[in-house]
């Protein structure tokens, strides 16, 4: 029973992972960071991402031109692609760590602390991806709210709004977040259970385990 619910543990863990690393890859190439309506022009709405800006009307469409220069770029624009392209290195490097560390893979199983490692590992990684994404996505959420909330702006001149990618972000961050904390106290519950008995039972239970190898045979209690 204490195997099936760690491995179930190990599936919803590395599932809400791998949810929150496809939300980050999407997030980071999606034009929707910042939305700006013009009450002037109602037919014309602009977006933003980290690598274009477009521009919506209803007669020509969506017409969409990338940023040329990296350094021209807004501080918080130019740290936001820096640190999604590490999300995105990190998730990867965190599902081939845990997938290779689940129980109910057959790849190493003769090496329990190996497989525990790289679950430990594993969900260490996911967390700091989590982290790299919910810096960047909550650094630029701050600017427009730190713009409507600016007294010196005339009200007549547009403010940015929360686009959608931002949402995406923050669902992001927050799943590969609980899911390296799933991985890592499902690895910390397993360590707890399987600890030896202190005193001198757990010194004869070794021995009594010794001498069975050293014949050869099996212990009868397995």
């Not at 630029?140 to 709210?145: G, R, S």
Request: glycine share 10%; net charge negative.
């Amino acid at each position: 029973m204490a195997l099936v619910f760690r491995v179930v543990m190990q599936l919803v863990g590395l599932s809400l992972s791998l949810l929150g690393w496809v939300l980050s890859i999407i997030t980071t190439y999606l034009p929707h960071w910042k939305n700006l309506n013009l009450d002037l022009n109602e037919m014309e709405n602009w977006t933003m991402g980290l690598w274009q800006a477009c521009v919506v009307q209803e007669e020509v469409g969506r017409q969409c031109k990338d940023f040329e220069s990296f350094l021209a770029l807004p501080a918080e624009l130019r740290i936001s692609r820096i640190l999604m392209f590490l999300s995105n290195g990190l998730g990867l490097l965190g599902l081939l760590a845990s997938g290779f560390g689940l129980d109910c893979l057959r790849v190493g199983e003769t090496r329990p602390g190996l497989k525990k490692g790289l679950l430990i590992l594993g969900g260490t990684v996911f967390w700091a991806a989590g982290v790299a994404t919910l810096v960047p996505v909550s650094w630029v959420a701050h600017m427009p709210v730190q713009e409507f909330w600016d007294e010196t702006m005339p009200e007549i001149v547009p403010r940015w709004e929360f686009g959608e990618a931002l949402f995406l972000g923050w669902s992001a961050g927050f799943s590969l977040l609980l899911g390296g904390c799933l991985l890592n106290l499902n690895c910390v519950a397993c360590t707890t259970q399987a600890a030896p008995a202190p005193g001198p039972y757990a010194v004869a239970e070794m021995q009594i385990q010794c001498l069975y190898l050293e014949n050869g045979t099996a212990d009868p209690r397995v």
